[in-house]
């Protein structure tokens, strides 16, 4: 198993261009997620989707757009890139059916994105 | 306000010795979850322990325990016997209300461990 896979590992673009980040899961979650990661800080929520088909906005989604392809695919989306969003960006996954430790949210390595 | 303090943002320790890493939470939700993740250099997220708020126990994980106190609205993690390889920076993150559907994480700023040989 892969576990939480995401490509590309590094990426950079101009400001205005646009990139998809790709990510995909082999745990069969229903659950998948894209956090952003600034420096010196935690983890922000972009967006979320809860099963196939559904997708929400976490607490930062502004410049951003998901698409959940499949049960397994969850892709991001910078329709024009900022320098604001040079960040690291994480997927995660996890199985949303039941409080407890089954719920925990399973990450990928990252991807690290340089807007100039 | 902030729903998660790491009130420490760097800790050194010598190898060996046990260390605690503070969290404090903020919620007014009877149902939540509390995590933490080890993030090495290498920049991926490890999980490694979980707590759940109605849990009676504090859980435990290996060398790492949570000591929870919920009334305190704290869930300080330990590392006991510390090795070189757990220099790293720790979150705590806590999901809140009820579990259906995606659970959404609030991450603290993090604790950068260095553990000295």
């Known amino acids: 198993n892969a576990g939480v896979t995401q490509t590309p590992k590094f990426q950079v673009l101009k400001t205005g261009q646009s990139m998809t980040l790709q990510c995909a899961q082999d745990m069969n979650h229903n659950s998948m997620y894209w956090y952003r990661q600034d420096p010196g800080m935690g983890l922000r929520l972009i967006y979320y989707s809860a099963s196939e088909g559904t997708t929400d906005k976490g607490e930062v989604p502004n410049g951003y757009n998901v698409s959940r392809l499949n049960k397994r695919e969850f892709s991001l989306r910078l329709e024009s890139a900022a320098p604001s969003q040079t960040s690291v960006y994480f997927c995660?996954?996890?199985?949303?059916?039941?409080?407890?430790?089954?719920?925990?949210?399973?990450f990928g390595p990252g991807t690290r994105l340089l807007v100039l | 306000a902030q729903k998660i303090t790491q009130t420490q943002p760097g800790m050194f320790v010598q190898e060996k010795e046990a260390v605690t890493l503070d969290c404090t939470y903020d919620?007014?939700?009877?149902?939540?979850?509390l995590f933490w993740y080890k993030q090495p250099s290498s920049g991926e997220m490890i999980f490694l322990i979980y707590?759940?708020?109605?849990?009676?126990q504090n859980a435990t994980e290996g060398r790492y325990s949570l000591n929870f106190q919920k009334a305190r609205k704290s869930a300080n993690l330990v590392i006991s016997a510390s090795q070189l390889g757990d220099s790293a920076m720790y979150f705590c993150a806590m999901r809140e209300g009820a579990s259906v559907g995606a659970q959404k994480l609030v991450f603290g700023q993090g604790t950068r461990l260095t553990i000295n040989p």
């Open positions: 707590q759940g708020s109605y849990d009676e």
């Open positions: 919620t007014s939700d009877q149902s939540y979850g």
């Open positions: 995660a996954s996890s199985e949303a059916r039941l409080a407890g430790i089954q719920e925990t949210q399973y």
